[in-house]
């Protein structure tokens, strides 16, 4: 008897580790990326600077990842300043933590390294990321990110013979330290010198193609300020994703990547074999900033010839067609096997309407930018830590309004409250005569409306309720308004920030504290046990 019962518990100690061990082969992957960051020559347009690398690299290493895994990424910081990275896209589920932003994250001291632990939780797509503290952008330091569908997920397209990152952006010659002095003195910058394309100036890049394949490029605009215009001679390009969204797939002679943005399209290598231009060129600008990369077909004996393509029209409603015509593939799986469309977001009730509107001005005769009358200024903790530890008097929730305040400008930490689980209507109203950009950490959102003008109550007789396209960057043409629905299903404290990026440093962003007064990891994650303290939470 005895015996018989001491091999019942045998079989019940192995079924249990079985078990165990199933939990443990189910668990979402891990993938350990070891960086160091150092200062270094490049070379982007042709003169000699100090950049930001990455493990010696400028631009920094790709992240190529599956929907659900971990990233495990240890950031060793050899520069003489602090140093922070954020993750423009991922959405940090539940961890707000590990944002990247200083509203949410101490910065990493020189000499001194941090590990960010997070999971590219149910997002697919094309993102990227970069240093997110003083004017380190303009540096380098930035790579794109690639988070594929899982394998067991239909894509709407067949899998393409290549995958490219195609990283653009306006650039100065000028350092960025030097830049960073002159937005302190309350200066304005000037234009940009160039373009850079993977960190190249005119015909330095090139990507090779085997005739008759199909690519996938991955397109960011990881710039400063300007919107990019980008198109391949001789060859169209269909549009497949919008920053985590597969959209409709339509056919583009060219496409306006505006500053922050990232697309997915794919190129046929259908013509003849030789190399053809890339070409980038600045849009709505008075001096035209233009650059080149190659498209080499592997068995090409005739380098490029003519001119680049021509870019489009400097008229707004060129643009602005095009970015209405971007909409959802809503018979296609996002990153769970449902389709994209089984979220119907246009039959939710909006229950609350925040409107913002960016201007520029003087404060002590100095050059700032605000959002509805507030110029942001950091506080002397990360706002993310206060909130957690209770510490009083780093930031006041209410801050900043739901509307547009006149036009006078104040300093001051701005937190806007909202409530976990509202379903809220966000209009940006630009009523200056640049083309804005406006990014909002933690989410996507539905882009529902976008338009010249002025905004009113009656514009949302044309917003589009059935398949908007769901992303995280969204352009405001000049003089005109552009509006998007969030589910704030993400608990933490989130940036919303201009990504025009003199403006995002001289005081055009906000936090928006999405807020339960329930605690539970169901909610948010607890702080993670490797955070770094500073400020008032130091110690």
Same mark, same amino acid.
């Given at each position: 008897?005895?015996?018989?019962?001491?091999?019942?518990?045998?079989?019940?100690?192995?079924?249990?580790?079985?078990?165990?061990?199933?939990?443990?082969?189910?668990?979402?992957?891990?993938?350990?990326?070891? &960086?160091?960051?150092?200062?270094?020559?490049?070379?982007?347009?042709?003169?000699?600077?100090?950049?930001?690398?990455?493990?010696?690299?400028?631009?920094?290493?790709?992240?190529?990842?599956?929907?659900?895994?971990?990233?495990?990424?240890?950031?060793?910081?050899?520069?003489?300043?602090? !140093?922070?990275?954020?993750?423009?896209?991922?959405?940090?589920? /539940?961890?707000?933590?590990?944002?990247?932003?200083?509203?949410?994250?101490?910065?990493?001291?020189?000499?001194?390294?941090?590990?960010?632990?997070?999971?590219?939780?149910?997002?697919?797509?094309? $993102?990227?990321?970069?240093?997110?503290?003083?004017?380190?952008?303009?540096?380098?330091?930035?790579?794109?990110?690639?988070?594929?569908?899982?394998?067991?997920?239909?894509?709407? !397209?067949?899998?393409?013979?290549?995958?490219?990152?195609?990283?653009?952006?306006?650039?100065?010659?000028?350092?960025?330290?030097?830049?960073?002095?002159?937005?302190?003195?309350?200066?304005?910058?000037? !234009?940009?010198?160039?373009?850079?394309?993977?960190?190249?100036?005119?015909?330095?890049?090139? $990507?090779?193609?085997?005739?008759?394949?199909?690519?996938?490029?991955?397109?960011?605009?990881?710039?400063?300020?300007?919107?990019?215009?980008?198109?391949?001679?001789?060859?169209?390009?269909?549009?497949?994703?919008? *920053?985590?969204?597969?959209?409709?797939?339509?056919?583009?002679?060219?496409?306006?990547?505006?500053?922050?943005?990232?697309?997915?399209?794919?190129?046929?290598?259908?013509?003849?074999?030789?190399?053809?231009?890339?070409?980038?060129?600045?849009? %709505?600008?008075?001096?035209?900033?233009?650059?080149?990369?190659?498209?080499?077909?592997?068995?090409?004996? /005739?380098?490029?010839?003519?001119?680049?393509?021509?870019?489009?029209?400097?008229?707004?409603? &060129?643009?602005?067609?095009?970015?209405?015509?971007?909409?959802?593939?809503?018979?296609?799986?996002?990153?769970?096997?449902?389709?994209?469309?089984?979220?119907?977001?246009?039959?939710?009730?909006?229950?609350?309407?925040?409107?913002?509107?960016?201007?520029?001005?003087?404060?002590?005769?100095?050059?700032?930018?605000?959002?509805?009358?507030?110029?942001?200024?950091?506080?002397?903790? =990360?706002? /993310?830590?206060?909130?957690?530890?209770?510490?009083?008097?780093?930031?006041?929730?209410? +801050?900043?309004?739901?509307?547009?305040?006149?036009?006078?400008?104040?300093?001051?930490?701005?937190?806007?409250?909202?409530?976990?689980?509202?379903?809220? *209507?966000?209009?940006?109203?630009?009523? *200056?005569?640049?083309?804005?950009?406006?990014?909002?950490?933690?989410?996507? !959102?539905?882009?529902?409306?976008?338009?010249?003008?002025? &905004?009113? =109550?009656?514009?949302?007789?044309?917003?589009?309720?059935?398949?908007?396209?769901?992303?995280?960057?969204?352009?405001?043409?000049?003089?005109? &308004?552009?509006?998007?629905?969030?589910?704030?299903?993400?608990?933490?404290?989130?940036?919303?920030?201009?990504? %025009?990026?003199?403006?995002?440093?001289?005081?055009?962003? %906000?936090?928006?504290?999405?807020?339960?007064?329930? /605690? +539970?990891?169901?909610?948010?994650? =607890?702080?993670?046990?490797?955070?770094?303290?500073?400020?008032?939470?130091?110690?």
């Amino acid at each position: 008897m005895r015996s018989e019962n001491g091999r019942r518990w045998c079989w019940i100690a192995l079924l249990l580790a079985l078990c165990m061990e199933g939990v443990v082969v189910a668990e979402d992957p891990y993938r350990y990326l070891d &960086w160091r960051i150092t200062y270094g020559d490049i070379y982007p347009l042709g003169v000699r600077q100090q950049g930001i690398l990455i493990n010696g690299q400028f631009p920094g290493p790709d992240i190529h990842s599956v929907t659900n895994d971990n990233l495990i990424i240890n950031v060793h910081n050899d520069l003489p300043d602090p !140093f922070l990275l954020t993750w423009n896209g991922v959405q940090q589920r /539940k961890n707000s933590f590990e944002d990247g932003v200083y509203g949410t994250t101490c910065p990493i001291p020189p000499g001194q390294n941090f590990t960010y632990i997070m999971q590219v939780k149910d997002q697919i797509g094309s $993102f990227f990321y970069f240093p997110s503290l003083q004017f380190h952008k303009a540096a380098g330091g930035f790579g794109g990110i690639r988070i594929l569908s899982r394998p067991r997920i239909p894509v709407p !397209f067949p899998e393409p013979a290549g995958d490219f990152t195609i990283l653009i952006g306006d650039w100065y010659k000028t350092d960025h330290k030097v830049l960073q002095t002159i937005l302190d003195r309350g200066k304005r910058l000037t !234009f940009p010198d160039g373009i850079q394309i993977n960190g190249l100036g005119r015909d330095g890049a090139k $990507f090779t193609v085997e005739p008759g394949k199909t690519y996938r490029l991955r397109i960011s605009n990881v710039g400063l300020q300007n919107s990019l215009n980008f198109r391949i001679q001789g060859h169209k390009m269909t549009l497949v994703e919008v *920053e985590g969204t597969h959209t409709i797939q339509t056919t583009l002679s060219s496409l306006d990547v505006h500053v922050g943005q990232s697309y997915s399209v794919l190129v046929t290598a259908d013509q003849t074999a030789q190399d053809y231009y890339i070409a980038v060129s600045s849009r %709505f600008t008075t001096q035209i900033l233009n650059s080149t990369a190659i498209l080499h077909y592997s068995n090409s004996r /005739k380098t490029v010839s003519g001119l680049p393509p021509p870019g489009p029209s400097t008229d707004i409603s &060129w643009s602005l067609n095009q970015a209405r015509s971007i909409r959802t593939n809503l018979t296609a799986s996002g990153p769970r096997p449902n389709p994209q469309g089984s979220y119907h977001y246009g039959q939710i009730n909006v229950t609350r309407t925040i409107r913002l509107a960016n201007h520029a001005g003087l404060v002590d005769k100095k050059q700032r930018y605000a959002v509805n009358g507030v110029s942001f200024i950091p506080a002397d903790t =990360p706002l /993310k830590l206060a909130d957690y530890y209770n510490i009083d008097g780093v930031f006041k929730v209410g +801050s900043i309004q739901d509307k547009p305040a006149g036009r006078n400008i104040h300093l001051d930490t701005a937190v806007m409250g909202a409530d976990y689980r509202a379903f809220v *209507e966000i209009v940006f109203e630009n009523r *200056e005569n640049i083309v804005q950009s406006w990014h909002l950490d933690g989410y996507s !959102f539905f882009v529902v409306g976008m338009d010249v003008g002025r &905004w009113s =109550p009656a514009s949302k007789n044309q917003y589009n309720l059935i398949d908007a396209v769901s992303r995280c960057t969204t352009q405001v043409y000049t003089r005109s &308004w552009t509006a998007i629905y969030v589910p704030l299903d993400n608990v933490g404290m989130w940036n919303l920030r201009s990504q %025009f990026w003199a403006r995002q440093y001289l005081g055009q962003q %906000f936090y928006l504290r999405v807020y339960t007064p329930v /605690k +539970s990891f169901r909610d948010e994650y =607890p702080i993670p046990k490797n955070a770094l303290h500073c400020g008032r939470a130091k110690g």
